[in-house]
T-cell receptor
Framework: EPEVTQTPSHQVTQMGQEVILRCVPI?????FYWYRQILGQKVEFLVS????????KSEIFDDQFSVERPDGSNFTLKIRSTKLEDSAMYFC??????????????FGPGTRLTVL | AQKVTQAQTEISVVEKEDVTLDCVYE???????LFWYKQPPSGELVFLIR??????QNEISGRYSWNFQKSTSSFNFTITASQVVDSAVYFC???????????FGAGTTVTVRA
């Protein structure tokens, strides 16, 4: 069964460093998403991406964050200058359909980011 | 703005007991979609079910069942004859027909003891 994959599973970085989190969505999916989950809290939407551009972003997704689809398979989240409060589990998700809201988002296993 | 409330923070049961997880949602939209996801201790988010707002039929899948009631804005989830492998955090989520994002509830931690 096709699945979303994410690398690395755990990333430790120093405050102020740049990190890139990588995702390979399900191959025939057209919509891509990033969410984050601070330890013990709810899952929060960061950004959605379609047709090589951001379609929606939350207020969490400030100028320190960017997303990119550098090739036909990868989808990346970059945090330019990490802060302690960026420590969280970051989930990538993808969905197939063109119609908003109607399709199921399938999640990857997550990348745990620890900022020291 | 939409909101999902899972009032139960933690539920602990003994194996073979039934457990019901409550989910109450708020939205002004008439078309929306409700989801349940499971997050086992390993951390991934596993899709369980999607329900459209215009389909109030309840659903059963093995030991899982869902009760959708628009009149009370609830989408409750029952695990029948719980097993230790059901121990996880369960999230209810909502998305609108004109929206990209899932809005998650705070989650309910289910612990099934042998």
């Amino acid at each position: 069964e096709p699945e979303v994959t994410q690398t690395p599973s755990h990333q430790v970085t120093q405050m102020g460093q740049e990190v890139i989190l990588r995702c390979v969505p399900i191959s025939n999916h057209l919509y891509f998403y990033w969410y984050r989950q601070i330890l013990g809290q709810k899952v929060e939407f960061l950004v959605s991406f379609y047709n090589n551009e951001i379609s929606e972003k939350s207020e969490i997704f400030d100028d320190q964050f960017s997303v990119e689809r550098p090739d036909g398979s990868n989808f990346t989240l970059k945090i330019r200058s990490t802060k302690l409060e960026d420590s969280a589990m970051y989930f990538c998700a993808s969905s197939e359909m063109m119609m908003l809201g109607t399709d199921t988002q399938y999640f990857g296993p997550g990348t745990r980011l620890t900022v020291l | 703005a939409q909101k999902v409330t899972q009032a139960q923070t933690e539920i602990s049961v003994v194996e073979k007991e039934d457990v019901t997880l409550d989910c109450v949602y708020e939205t002004r939209d008439t078309t929306y979609y409700l989801f349940w996801y499971k997050q086992p201790p390993s951390g991934e988010l596993v899709f369980l079910i999607r329900r459209n707002s215009f389909d109030e039929q309840n659903e059963i899948s093995g030991r899982y069942s869902w009760n959708f009631q628009k009149s009370t804005s609830s989408f409750n989830f029952t695990i029948t004859a719980s097993q230790v492998v059901d121990s996880a955090v369960y999230f209810c989520a909502l998305t609108l027909s004109n929206d990209y994002k899932l809005s998650f509830g705070a989650g309910t931690t289910v612990t099934v003891r042998a």
